[in-house]
């Protein structure tokens, strides 16, 4: 067993990803009549609906992260393991991880999405996508990096690659991203780069629908598209983005958009787990499972979130949006629910209560939709503020964010605009190879055969 | 060209390396009849000294670092130029660098020194270096990364492999680093690792000399060895490592210490220019400079800072020691003696002021050394805090960083303890990778040819 975990009387409860819905489960279960382990690639539990403020060097990474072992630092019969599943094994009650095999009384799969490029294999090499913290890091620094290179290159050609960013998806990400890079452009650009004329950077926002947000209202809608192209966004609707070659953007249309800055925010598919039968899935590889988050066709496993697909909820048939609240609510539950099991009481199905969804453009634009009201601009701007920074964890992060916002509000500027790469050990290069390769193989064959 | 710099009146200054010196030098030639062209491989200015405290969890990359468009904003006929310098042809005054050449009238190297691993190519491969931000960014994750995965590791050996931190080098910065991760060891590992117990931890600085700090006073030395056994560092004096094999650090008396967390901070070596003669080139690859930092043997190139060797100033007939005063008050003195060139007056020689020198073991733990007074404890802590938050750049930098270590004293943790690496986006790795090989070639033969 390579998990180094002290033997209980309790049954255990194996959760795969602390994300919001993960979180609030293992949250809810701290001193219950279980003792919970709980899986996830990275350190830490990250911020999603900041992580775009990142790529634009508003805020710190530390800022929207937190280490499970913090989080979880006081709780007693909790362990967190720094792995990645790999597959089950329901028959023996096995999962297998990056780090070996953990046998689990119940399990729940909480381990979310990943960018979805739809099979193309060009689009998923080149394009930035901007999910993970990691993947944010990486997107400022090739944004600050091409600016870079625009002042030097070599050809009036390569400049104008450098300088045109495409936005490829049409939803809070994309729309939080483009404004917040069209911000950059107004007031960072004329005072870091005199040698750029903030007219020659181009920022286009393209989606497949007929309409940005189409998960919000039609006013919502029309509301962000004007703050956008006020702030000088090309906004380009009912456009299908085919493929990404020789440094373009290629359309359905035939048309195509230059550029070396092709950032992707335009879908996600549920993250796989090996021998999961196929039957089990449904739309965008979500797990299907029914009222009480439990995986179809098998004993003693959930899935709760973005990786879940539940169509039982009378009032969404087609399952949930992929939503922070939906996790965050199925998770609260599934708590609740596990509790009621070692008690021998009863299941409560779930039904999903839509707290309002929001959005934010830049400064004094947002929009927001809430059961009794709408409103758009400076209003839905502060209601953003004050609920993100509600929703991070830890009062040192809330300061940090606050401070941050503070900052550059009254500066007009995004201020971690470094751009750096941490320098990776060959110990730990060498190491994420062996996992990669070696455990797949040897343990999962032990797993299968039971042992 | 490829430096896209307006056509000046104003002979040029091209200075090669942002750090202390550079930036000194930089600063000071605002407003004054010359063009500055300042090139820096990476877009900000860090601040060294506190570079131990990334790698040790305690302050954000940010707070230590600043983009050099932000610094000179404001400055009318300067140019920032993120590139590498390759090599000097002196004859046509053409530096050659990774975006291109460009003429100079004056040039300043100002690129600082670089680890050194006298020739082991098995330790540069293996060891982790801690001059850059990158770096300890890097080592922050593996140290993190280790800890994980000694929680989990197959076998007992490897776990002693994990929990074995050797750090070489006994100066400032090894007892920095050695100071901070065993406060880490004290205060943080017992809340978040209650799987580990802190004995097993084990942190050995491994020094050449016979006492640490040789730079200091025997009597700072002598303290500094006795603060870090208090807090459990295993300090080894009189041992020089041999190489690195088989996650062992190898001695010359033929005994070996297990590892997979083997930090090198033990020496370092001038940042070398293509086309320097040997015969400019001093102890360590420093290059020689004259009383008024002129480089040997070549007309309008000057070298500064940890760069250049000068035996000229009659205190130090061996040379300067490699600290940051030194390189500061050589790039204020320069600025200096370029303007008075430009009017037509004499130069004045360079003698240096010795402030004074600090290092800090970890919380009220430091000594100090001034000319008229030395002290050691929470006093020489005190001033080191208050020299170091007075030296960092930028407002916005001193209260992150000041409310970092009052958070962290307070809290007695490290509160970013996240292991993260940025994504690097394709289209980035490929430029990199072109301008690594395109440029040294084609361009190299263009300005030999004189061009």
């Known amino acids: 067993m390579s998990f180094n975990i002290e033997q209980s009387e309790k049954k255990r409860v194996v959760i795969v990803g602390g994300g919001f819905g993960g979180l609030r489960l293992a949250n809810r279960l701290r001193n219950s009549p279980y003792q919970v382990v709980l899986i996830d690639k990275n350190n830490y539990h990250q911020f999603p609906p900041l992580i775009y403020q990142i790529a634009s060097a508003g805020i710190e990474p530390s800022a929207i992260a937190f280490p499970f072992r913090k989080i979880f630092k006081k709780c007693h019969d909790f362990y967190y393991r720094m792995a990645e599943a790999r597959a089950i094994f329901p028959d023996q009650k096995i999962l297998q991880t990056s780090i070996g095999k953990i046998k689990y009384d119940y399990l729940v799969f909480a381990a979310g999405t990943t960018s979805n490029f739809f099979g193309n294999k060009h689009i998923e090499e080149e394009a930035i996508p901007m999910k993970t913290l990691a993947e944010a890091m990486g997107l400022r620094n090739a944004l600050?990096?091409?600016?870079?290179?625009?002042?030097?290159?070599?050809?009036?050609?390569?400049?104008?690659?450098?300088?045109?960013?495409?936005?490829?998806?049409?939803?809070?990400?994309?729309?939080?991203?483009?404004?917040?890079?069209?911000?950059?452009?107004?007031?960072?650009?004329?005072?870091?780069?005199?040698?750029?004329?903030?007219?020659?950077?181009?920022?286009?926002?393209?989606?497949?629908?007929?309409?940005?947000?189409?998960?919000?209202?039609?006013?919502?809608?029309?509301?962000?598209?004007?703050?956008?192209?006020?702030?000088?966004?090309?906004?380009?609707?009912?456009?299908?983005?085919?493929?990404?070659?020789?440094?373009?953007?290629?359309?359905?249309?035939?048309?195509?958009?230059?550029?070396?800055?092709?950032?992707?925010?335009?879908?996600?598919?549920?993250?796989?787990?090996?021998?999961?039968?196929?039957?089990?899935?449904?739309?965008?590889?979500?797990?299907?499972?029914?009222?009480?988050?439990?995986?179809?066709?098998?004993?003693?496993?959930?899935?709760?979130?973005?990786?879940?697909?539940?169509?039982?909820?009378?009032?969404?048939?087609?399952?949930?949006?992929?939503?922070?609240?939906?996790?965050?609510?199925?998770?609260?539950?599934?708590?609740?629910?596990?509790?009621?099991?070692?008690?021998?009481?009863?299941?409560?199905?779930?039904?999903?209560?839509?707290?309002?969804?929001?959005?934010?453009?830049?400064?004094?634009?947002?929009?927001?939709?809430?059961?009794?009201?709408?409103?758009?601009?400076?209003?839905?701007?502060?209601?953003?503020?004050?609920?993100?920074?509600?929703?991070?964890?830890?009062?040192?992060?809330?300061?940090?964010?606050?401070?941050s916002w503070i900052w550059d509000y009254v500066s007009y500027g995004h201020s971690i605009r470094l751009i750096v790469y941490a320098r990776k050990a060959k110990e730990v290069a060498d190491r994420e190879r062996r996992e990669a390769t070696t455990h797949w193989g040897e343990d999962l064959i032990k797993a299968g055969q039971g042992k």
């Not at 373009?248 to 996600?268: H, N």
């Not at 969404?316 to 021998?344: E, F």
């Open 144 to 403: 600050l990096g091409n600016l870079e290179r625009s002042v030097t290159c070599a050809t009036e050609q390569e400049r104008r690659e450098l300088l045109n960013i495409v936005i490829v998806g049409g939803g809070a990400t994309g729309i939080e991203i483009a404004g917040a890079i069209a911000e950059m452009r107004r007031y960072v650009l004329p005072k870091d780069y005199p040698e750029l004329k903030g007219e020659e950077l181009h920022i286009y926002l393209i989606e497949a629908c007929d309409r940005l947000l189409s998960g919000m209202s039609q006013q919502s809608s029309q509301k962000a598209k004007e703050f956008l192209e006020d702030m000088g966004v090309k906004v380009m609707l009912n456009k299908m983005v085919t493929d990404y070659d020789d440094h373009k953007v290629v359309l359905a249309d035939g048309t195509s958009i230059p550029t070396r800055s092709f950032i992707w925010v335009s879908g996600v598919r549920a993250n796989t787990i090996g021998n999961m039968p196929e039957t089990s899935l449904g739309r965008g590889g979500r797990i299907k499972v029914d009222a009480y988050n439990r995986v179809e066709g098998m004993d003693d496993v959930f899935c709760i979130g973005d990786q879940c697909i539940m169509t039982a909820d009378p009032s969404y048939p087609k399952g949930h949006p992929q939503l922070a609240q939906v996790a965050i609510q199925q998770g609260g539950l599934l708590a609740d629910n596990l509790r009621s099991m070692a008690r021998g009481g009863r299941l409560r199905p779930f039904t999903y209560r839509n707290l309002g969804s929001m959005a934010t453009v830049g400064r004094n634009r947002a929009v927001a939709e809430f059961a009794s009201f709408k409103t758009q601009g400076w209003m839905a701007w502060l209601l953003w503020l004050v609920v993100h920074l509600r929703s991070i964890l830890g009062v040192r992060n809330r300061i940090a964010v606050f401070f």
